[in-house]
């Protein structure tokens, strides 16, 4: 029998080791693998989302968590597709072009997946074709980061790129605003990456 | 301090204040990053951030530099902690061998990204020392907005090169450079290329390559320079990278690291040199500007009334005595080593018994979200040095730390809190100056210097996988 309450703490803990054999033994005694993600890891991750939101948990350990996110995910994602698993929707994500800081864009995809989407990461430096490239994967929200002010200006180039289409493109990271955001026209911002799961949720519409 | 304040048109509350006479901190250069500029609005109908707000009850606090006086007439209380404090204690000192005896008087200048130091040496031994907050600090607080703003015109590109200018000029002035028969200059890439009135947007994205690495010798009026001998050759020691540059190429010539040894200047950027069997490896991590008390309200620089050392006890030591105005960078370092041993801190940096802050002073307290920015920082420096050395093969054997970050640093709290390897430090103090310096006695270095700075391979961290890993870890508290 999985231990769900047992996997959750080791996720919120950040316990990348209890996460790993947690997960390891459910598959070897067949556990469902939807059991997995919606009783065990997608609640722990929402959980320490809104102790963030509610400034119960700070940056350091929503990365710790999502880290022992990450590790348990990647034991499942080859067995997620033969699932049968229904996806919820499809996001992009990338630093944009001119950038490679991603310890946020990583946390964002996490945080992602961990909210139960399909997240295609793009990686750094990622210009308009690569965005495009996702897009002709079913994505249909491009979401863009970046940490230095020099390469905010991209963005735009994004937006413009999408406009009139029904990809929406949200945007964030350090030094981006909503009054950027409003300015180039972007579906949407977040000053945080649990704010990121709000937003998406709310472009699909989702309760949240 | 209470101020009555008439309405003047679209100014900011900043600026008003400053036309009374009362210069606030921007260090920022007035974007609302860094939240130094606060004050409390007691009466008056104000426009922060775009919204209409009329004061009641008062004692709203504000960023000066986001609020407009709406209303005829207003009051503020402008807190003593947000007025512009004078550079109080800037690093002007440094160890190793004395520089070259020369007769000649020569001056050697640093220019920092918040703060420009000098030195005027005669016989290799300094005679007089000055030291300013940089100029440009009102076009933004790190290189990035420098970048940004020298980038947005030719026009904003003259206004940062005029304005550290002038900076040097007062320092020119106030040492007397008219004796003088050299100018030895060291600063980051980007400082640098701006001193030269070279546009540094190309560093500010990806690969982040300096337009210029070298730099021609010119005279002081080439330079713009008017408080010394219009014909005084000015030198500049070459950069290495984007993110690595003058300032650690008199590092290396200063300290000479032998294999095992990394060069470390802990700052907003942290850059490191590491010398192995192989080679020369250098990088640089973004801590940001926790430690330099931006985005922490009790946070200070190492200025005078700043604690420099927070002990075991609960007391602490100020610097040049008095009241503690706020920490600065080596105080928050001992805090977070004392409160985590005496298991006041858990891991994940959260205070125990639970509480939601804890206050030093009945004035000077720190939230649990901004020891969350602290642990940032030192996650920063760790990961890099962690990085750069795995990536090298070698373990570092001793850290030569470099800077004025380092200078009141406990090394023991620093490894304690897992921001140092468990290696000796040695504190070299301001090697960027002591090489600018030494450069100005011995103008035949420079052909030595330009070869240095082609040596180092630079590694990019944020390309290299380990490097988030190591973050990561390195944001826990051991």
């Known amino acids: 029998m999985t231990d769900f309450e047992a996997l959750r703490t080791a996720i919120i803990k950040g316990k990348r080791n209890d996460v790993t054999a947690i997960v390891q033994a459910a598959l070897e005694e067949k556990e469902d693998i939807n059991r997995l993600l919606d009783e065990g890891m997608i609640p722990a991750m929402r959980e320490i989302g809104d102790k963030f939101s509610r400034n119960e948990a700070y940056v350091p350990e929503l990365l710790i968590a999502a880290r022992a996110m990450q590790t348990g995910l990647a034991l499942l994602e080859p067995l997620i597709a033969a699932s049968g698993r229904k996806s919820i929707g499809k996001i992009a994500i990338g630093t944009v072009k001119g950038d490679l800081h991603d310890i946020g864009k990583n946390l964002v995809a996490i945080m992602l997946k961990g909210a139960g989407y399909d997240v295609i990461d793009l990686g750094v430096n990622c210009d308009t074709a690569k965005y495009d490239s996702a897009v002709k994967q079913g994505a249909d929200i491009v979401a863009c980061s970046s940490l230095l002010t020099t390469t905010m200006p991209y963005m735009r180039e994004v937006v413009e790129h999408f406009k009139g289409t029904h990809v929406k493109v949200i945007i964030g990271g350090a030094p981006v605003t909503q009054a950027f955001a409003d300015e180039i026209g972007a579906d949407g911002y977040s000053e945080d990456a649990n704010g990121a799961v709000k937003l998406v949720d709310s472009l699909y519409h989702r309760a949240s | 301090m209470k101020l009555e304040l008439h309405r003047r048109k679209a100014e900011s509350l900043a600026d008003l204040l400053a036309a009374e006479g009362c210069a606030l901190d921007l260090r920022c250069g007035g974007n609302g990053s860094c939240g130094r500029c606060r004050v409390q609005l007691l009466s008056g109908t104000y426009r922060i951030d775009g919204k209409e707000r009329s004061v009641s009850p008062p004692g709203i606090s504000a960023k000066a530099c986001r609020t407009v006086l709406e209303s005829e007439r207003g009051c503020v209380d402008v807190p003593d902690r947000s007025l512009r404090t004078l550079p109080g204690r800037i ?302 093969g070698t373990p570092v054997r001793r850290l030569l730390l470099a800077g004025g970050f380092a200078r009141y640093l406990d090394p023991a709290n620093a490894r304690a809190i897992g921001m140092l390897p468990e290696v000796e430090c040695r504190i070299v103090g301001n090697t960027s100056l002591a090489g600018a310096a030494e450069l100005a006695a011995k103008p035949e270095l420079l052909p030595e210097l330009e070869r240095l700075s082609a040596l180092p391979h630079e590694l990019p961290l944020n390309a290299l996988p380990e490097f988030e890993n190591n973050f990561i870890d390195g944001l826990m508290l051991p």
């Open chain 2, 91 to 392: 690093l002007t000192e440094w160890t190793g061998n004395p520089p070259p005896s020369l007769p000649d008087p020569v001056i050697g200048i640093d220019i920092g990204t918040t703060t420009v130091a000098a030195v005027k040496l005669v016989n290799g031994t300094i005679v007089a020392r000055a030291s300013a907050f940089n100029g440009q600090s009102r076009f933004g607080d790190n290189v990035i907005s420098r970048i940004v703003h020298a980038g947005s015109s030719k026009e904003a590109l003259e206004e940062e090169r005029r304005a550290v200018r002038e900076t040097i000029d007062e320092l020119l002035a106030e040492l007397d450079a008219s004796d003088c028969v050299r100018i030895g200059v060291a600063g980051n890439t980007v400082m640098s290329l701006l001193f030269h009135g070279v546009d540094p947007s190309p560093v500010g994205t990806m690969p982040f390559l300096p337009p210029l690495r070298c730099f021609p010798i010119r005279t002081a009026r080439e330079c713009g320079l008017i408080s010394a001998p219009p014909d005084l050759p000015v030198l500049t020691i070459p950069a290495i990278a984007g993110f690595v540059g003058g300032d650690l190429v008199g590092g290396i010539l200063r300290t000479d690291p032998q294999p095992g040894e990394m060069l470390v200047d802990i700052g907003t950027n942290c850059e490191m040199v590491f010398r192995t069997r192989e080679g020369i490896f250098c990088t640089a991590a973004a801590a940001g500007p926790a430690f330099e008390g931006s985005g922490i309200p009790c946070g200070s620089r190492a200025v005078e009334g700043a604690v420099d050392h927070y002990f075991p006890d609960g007391t602490f030591s100020v610097l040049g005595g008095g009241e503690a105005a706020g920490l600065c960078g080596s105080a928050m370092i001992d805090f977070l080593a004392v409160m985590r041993r005496k298991g006041r801190l858990n891991e994940f940096g959260r205070l125990q018994p639970k509480a939601e802050q804890f206050a030093f002073t009945e004035t000077l307290s720190i939230r649990e979200e901004e020891i969350s920015q602290l642990l940032k920082a030192k996650a920063a420096v760790a990961a890099g040095i962690q990085t750069l050395a795995d990536s090298c």
